[in-house]
């Protein structure tokens, strides 16, 4: 570009360029100035974007995490109710007249049923599927891949169906490409793709199995995926930094 510039001046100075033409250049070499401009301000957006996207992701897992013990609070509260309530009504009938146990009767000190064994085992734990998913999440965010891809898996394999499926399975190609097992993060982005299809997901998978096609040294494929990302979903985060990663691959 700075050649151009260099000759384009030297050959005006030279009386070989008219004015117009030279006008031309200097407007080309602005537009083509802008546009690198545009592009470089594009990607920074694409990182900030994609900087909050995983914001919200945490906030989310937080949120869910939180739903959870509220949950579990409010079950632990409903059967102490529960055991309370006929208690309650066995002392209630006792304190009355002719009730079936009395004061002077010393069966009514005995303790209704089997009497409770002090450091006893305790009820095993439920895993929902909220709680699987944010410890196969927190394992990804620990940089555990392998850990995560079973939790992830796990949840799927326990709680088909459930709304964190489309996130879960996003979340174990996530992983596998970040152990660069480019083909199993492919096929795992497909079936986000296949499966999903509504999911909010979709957008980053496909532009991440773009990606992976392009790791794995199937540039047509790639760029097959990431076009078919700006024409489906073309405001999207996903399709600006699918531009960027195009102009790459050409």
Request: proline residues 6%; hydrophobic residues 35%.
């Amino acid at each position: 570009m700075r050649l151009t510039l260099i000759l384009s001046l030297g050959l005006l100075l030279a009386g070989c360029v008219p004015t117009a033409d030279f006008r031309d250049l200097r407007d080309e070499v602005h537009k083509l100035k802008e546009d690198q401009d545009q592009a470089a301000k594009q990607a920074d957006v694409a990182k900030k974007l994609e900087a909050l996207e995983a914001k919200i992701d945490s906030l989310r897992i937080t949120q869910q995490g939180f739903d959870q013990k509220l949950g579990e609070l409010l079950r632990q509260a409903e059967e102490t109710t529960r055991r309370q309530e006929p208690a309650r009504g066995r002392e209630e009938e006792s304190a009355k007249p002719g009730g079936r146990t009395s004061a002077s009767d010393p069966k009514a000190d005995a303790p209704a049923g089997p009497p409770l064994q002090a450091g006893g085992p305790e009820p095993p734990v439920v895993l929902t599927p909220t709680a699987l998913y944010n410890q196969a999440y927190n394992d990804y965010l620990k940089g555990n891949y392998d850990l995560a891809v079973s939790g992830f898996g796990e949840l799927l394999k326990k709680f088909p169906g459930v709304s964190q499926s489309a996130h879960a399975q996003y979340w174990i190609g996530r992983s596998y490409y970040s152990k660069k097992d480019y083909r199993q993060a492919r096929e795992s982005y497909e079936r986000v793709i296949a499966d999903y299809p509504k999911s909010d997901k979709v957008p980053a998978a496909l532009f991440e199995l773009g990606v992976a096609h392009a790791e794995l040294g199937d540039v047509a494929k790639a760029q097959e995926r990431l076009q078919q990302v700006i024409d489906t979903y073309p405001q999207s985060n996903e399709a600006s930094r699918a531009r960027l990663k195009l102009a790459d691959l050409k």
